[in-house]
């Protein structure tokens, strides 16, 4: 499997991805907002872009749709329940559906609601598995729930299905905000020594060339996974004085979340 991860430039700091299967070079564009980015990509490897999937339905993730399939004549693929919200959807997707890109890139279909209830993640079938995660995961941080989402579920979906995949698993999200997102975890966690020495690590980085995270590092700088830290739970109780001396590890989530949405 090979991995083009495509810096946008836009105002939305996305990222766009191409997933190319080696041996025939069939491609999947991935939330290919920025279209010419995409196929002058596909274009310098010669790859041939068979499949457009939308992570959710999202205009920055969808809007470069149109564009793609009318120049490579791909299927369009998403949540079987965003066929009212994206237009043109050839394959709905439910959880546990395996999408081949030519004959050798398998990638499963997670179902990963929270950000939109009709998102999906793809986890790939490698040696290393890498995880497109859309707007559900980002490094160090969580999506919002402001447009159609529900972070009760979002909760759900770190904790039954994020936080068990492989800590090796490389994180590829749908946007960088990775230096906003550091800021955030430190401020609720100012005793995070490996989220101050990433922070400024990737300040100045290239997002041309981005640092891809991983599983095990996001459990240590992402403030959402980080539900049951003293320091966590103590600058909670700060913000929401009638928080229980014990809280669920749920709790702790939404009201991050809560925190997060006035960053």
Same mark, same amino acid.
């Given at each position: 499997?090979?991995?083009?991860?495509?810096?946008?430039?836009?105002?939305?700091?996305?990222?766009?991805?191409?997933?190319?299967?080696?041996?025939?070079?069939?491609?999947?564009?991935?939330?290919?907002?920025?279209?010419?980015?995409?196929?002058?990509?596909?274009?310098?490897?010669?790859?041939?872009?068979?499949?457009?999937?939308?992570?959710?339905? #999202?205009?920055?993730?969808?809007?470069?749709?149109?564009?793609?399939?009318?120049?490579?004549?791909?299927?369009?693929?998403?949540?079987?329940?965003?066929?009212?919200?994206?237009?043109?959807?050839?394959?709905?997707?439910?959880?546990?559906?395996?999408?081949?890109?030519?004959?050798? /890139?398998?990638?499963?279909?997670?179902?990963?609601?929270?950000?939109?209830?009709?998102?999906?993640?793809?986890?790939?079938?490698?040696?290393?598995?890498?995880?497109?995660?859309?707007?559900?995961?980002?490094?160090?941080?969580?999506?919002?729930?402001?447009?159609?989402? #529900?972070?009760?579920?979002?909760?759900?979906?770190?904790?039954?299905?994020?936080?068990?995949?492989?800590?090796?698993?490389?994180?590829?999200?749908? #946007?960088?905000?990775?230096?906003?997102?550091?800021?955030?975890?430190?401020?609720?966690?100012?005793?995070?020594?490996?989220?101050?020495?990433?922070?400024?690590?990737?300040?100045?980085?290239?997002?041309?060339?981005?640092?891809?995270?991983?599983?095990?590092?996001?459990?240590?700088?992402?403030?959402?996974?980080?539900?049951?830290?003293?320091? /966590?739970?103590?600058?909670?109780?700060?913000?929401?004085?009638?928080?229980?001396?014990?809280?669920?590890?749920?709790?702790?989530?939404?009201?991050?979340?809560?925190?997060?949405?006035?960053?």
């Amino acid at each position: 499997m090979i991995v083009e991860q495509i810096w946008t430039g836009n105002a939305y700091r996305n990222f766009n991805y191409l997933i190319a299967c080696p041996q025939s070079g069939e491609a999947m564009a991935i939330d290919p907002l920025d279209h010419e980015k995409c196929l002058a990509t596909a274009k310098k490897h010669g790859w041939d872009i068979t499949q457009v999937l939308n992570t959710h339905e #999202h205009g920055d993730h969808t809007g470069g749709n149109a564009a793609v399939i009318a120049a490579t004549g791909a299927i369009l693929l998403a949540h079987a329940n965003a066929k009212d919200k994206i237009p043109g959807i050839d394959r709905g997707l439910a959880a546990g559906e395996v999408v081949m890109v030519g004959g050798t /890139v398998e990638l499963e279909t997670l179902d990963t609601p929270g950000h939109t209830m009709s998102h999906v993640c793809l986890l790939s079938h490698t040696d290393a598995p890498a995880l497109f995660c859309g707007d559900t995961l980002f490094n160090a941080g969580a999506g919002n729930c402001h447009n159609g989402g #529900h972070p009760h579920e979002l909760y759900a979906t770190f904790v039954s299905q994020l936080a068990t995949l492989g800590d090796n698993t490389l994180v590829y999200p749908g #946007h960088d905000y990775i230096a906003n997102n550091l800021e955030f975890t430190l401020d609720r966690e100012p005793d995070n020594t490996r989220a101050a020495e990433l922070l400024a690590q990737v300040e100045p980085q290239d997002t041309n060339n981005a640092l891809v995270s991983t599983l095990a590092l996001e459990k240590e700088i992402n403030a959402f996974f980080r539900l049951h830290s003293p320091t /966590v739970i103590a600058g909670l109780r700060e913000a929401f004085p009638d928080l229980p001396d014990e809280p669920d590890a749920e709790t702790v989530f939404v009201k991050l979340r809560e925190l997060r949405n006035a960053w």
